[in-house]
């Protein structure tokens, strides 16, 4: 069974970085697309990056475009996320995910997601 676990979030001010790791085990599809989400309070969950197998392919919402990366390393099997210049509407859960298609940015292509973890940003 595969499994996600996301860890490095917590409580940080508006302005700082945060990395965002995820791990992953079980039986993988290297070859699919991995991918990080989050959910705001009383918002949908929105798609946030996302890097193919050999991450020479990486997309970005809006929302992060221009203070974020995301990082692949299929031989470790973890997929992270670097976020810069926090605002306090970054709170939210963060989730990362393994697609079942090689590329995709809906949340219907993802097929494994990890648990979320919260992410708070002070003002």
């Known amino acids: 069974q595969v499994q996600l676990v996301e860890s490095g979030g917590g409580l940080v001010q508006a302005g700082d970085s945060l990395r965002l790791s995820c791990a992953v085990s079980?039986?993988?599809?290297?070859?699919?697309?991995m991918g990080w989400f989050r959910r705001a309070p009383g918002k949908e969950r929105e798609f946030l990056a996302a890097?193919?197998?050999?991450?020479?392919?990486?997309f970005y919402a809006n929302a992060v475009v221009g203070r974020s990366s995301i990082y692949r390393d299929n031989a470790k099997n973890t997929v992270s996320l670097q976020l810069n210049s926090l605002k306090p509407e970054d709170t939210a859960v963060y989730y990362c995910?393994?697609?079942?298609?090689?590329?995709?940015?809906?949340?219907?292509?993802?097929?494994?997601w990890g648990q979320g973890i919260q992410v708070n940003v002070s003002s």
């Open positions: 995910a393994l697609a079942r298609v090689p590329w995709g940015g809906r949340r219907s292509d993802y097929q494994y």
């Open positions: 890097a193919n197998w050999g991450a020479d392919s990486t």
């Open positions: 079980g039986p993988t599809f290297s070859s699919n697309a």
